[in-house]
């Protein structure tokens, strides 16, 4: 099943899968024009999870990329939240159990961290 995760909560999110010895990622979907607008390397470091960059588009060709680990805590974003949904449930398919769709994607994100602009 994917779960919801709303971007004001990505920040306590990861500090509990650090605290239950996790590694938290957020896969981000969206292209690299999207990225270019709107990135969340200095959030990633901030909130400490581990960004993983891949749209989309070429998502099929770097499934190797991803944790091998089922149960590694991932969530994906994307710009308003549809693509990353799509990803998280491809990726639930595929048998990775601990899968988390960012709701609202980075747009959302943006009204509750004005450091991302909007796009």
């Known amino acids: 099943m994917v779960a919801e995760l709303a971007p004001a909560q990505v920040a306590d999110w990861a500090e509990q899968m650090r605290a239950d010895g996790l590694t938290p990622y957020v896969l981000d979907v969206r292209e690299d024009w999207e990225r270019e607008a709107a990135h969340v390397e200095q959030q ?16 099929g060709a770097a499934l190797d990329r991803l944790p091998d680990d089922p ?5 994906c974003l994307c ?7 799509h990803v998280a449930h ?17 747009d959302a994100w943006a009204t509750v961290d004005p450091a991302i602009p909007r796009y």
């Open 44 to 59: 990633a470091a901030a909130q400490g999870f581990v960004l993983l960059t891949e749209p989309m588009s070429r998502l």
């Open 71 to 75: 149960d590694t805590p991932l969530a």
């Open 79 to 85: 710009h308003h939240g549809v693509r990353s949904y």
């Open 90 to 106: 491809f990726l639930h398919q595929q048998g990775h159990d601990a899968i988390w769709n960012i709701t609202g994607g980075i």
